[in-house]
């Protein structure tokens, strides 16, 4: 059955340290991987990596794919107290576009 | 100008009646999605439509009736609603065709069975 696990499950910081977050997956038929922030609200798109290897940047965030291990990482450096959400992986397979969600990383950035 | 609106936004109601979300997406994308978030904030597929075609129909009860009229619109009916039922219900859209394509998320519609 397709799998998508995340880690850790919750995560306090303060302001200013880097945290690395992670995803593994056992899915058929991979497509891609991407990654989201859920504050209060909808999930909003950070990254989507299809191929290993290859750094994705937005600012102080970045992600990066490991398909021969099953892996990504999401980076966030020099973190800020906005950046206190879920933040969710989800595996895109081939046919029919459906994601599959882990079951989110809650991050709390306390001043 | 919002990309994946959801009316309404909350949702009161007691159990054993029927009730409907709407999800409307201006992106011209030609699929969209319903899924369900629990308490734990586990996202979960129930529905996608691509084309005004169900092309995904995971294990959900009956009583959820999704109704597509159109490549912009996805409706998600729900009859005889159960306490299990609560939950945060997500419309998404994207394209489907070759590429890979991210999908946008609806503000959601917290509905809540009493």
């Known amino acids: 059955e397709d799998k998508v696990v995340q880690s850790p499950l919750s995560l306090v910081v303060h302001e200013g340290d880097t945290v690395t977050l992670n995803c593994s997956y056992e899915?058929?038929?991979?497509?891609?991987l991407l990654w989201y922030k859920q504050e209060k609200k909808a999930p909003t798109f950070l990254f989507m990596l299809?191929?290993?290897?290859i750094e994705k940047k937005s600012g102080r965030l970045s992600s990066i794919l490991d398909k021969k291990e099953l892996f990504s990482i999401l980076n966030i450096t020099a973190t800020q107290t906005g950046d206190s959400a879920v933040y969710l992986c989800a595996v895109r397979r081939n046919q029919g576009g459906k994601l599959i969600f882990g079951q989110g990383t809650e991050l709390s950035v306390k001043p | 100008d919002t990309a994946v609106s959801q009316t309404p936004k909350y949702l009161v109601t007691q159990m054993g009646n029927d009730k409907s979300i709407k999800c409307e997406q201006n992106l011209g994308h030609d699929t969209m999605y319903w899924y369900k978030q629990d308490s734990k904030k586990f996202l979960k597929i129930m529905f996608s439509y691509n084309n005004k075609e169900l092309i995904i129909n995971e294990t959900v009860p009956n009583r959820f009736s999704p109704k597509s009229p159109d490549k912009a619109h996805l409706n998600l009916h729900i009859n005889s609603l159960e306490l299990g039922d609560s939950a945060v219900y997500f419309c998404?859209?994207?394209?489907?065709?070759?590429?890979?394509?991210?999908?946008?998320f609806g503000p959601g519609t917290r509905l809540t069975v009493t």
């Open positions: 299809t191929s290993s290897g």
């Open positions: 998404a859209s994207s394209n489907l065709g070759q590429g890979a394509h991210e999908q946008y």
């Open positions: 899915v058929t038929n991979f497509r891609s």
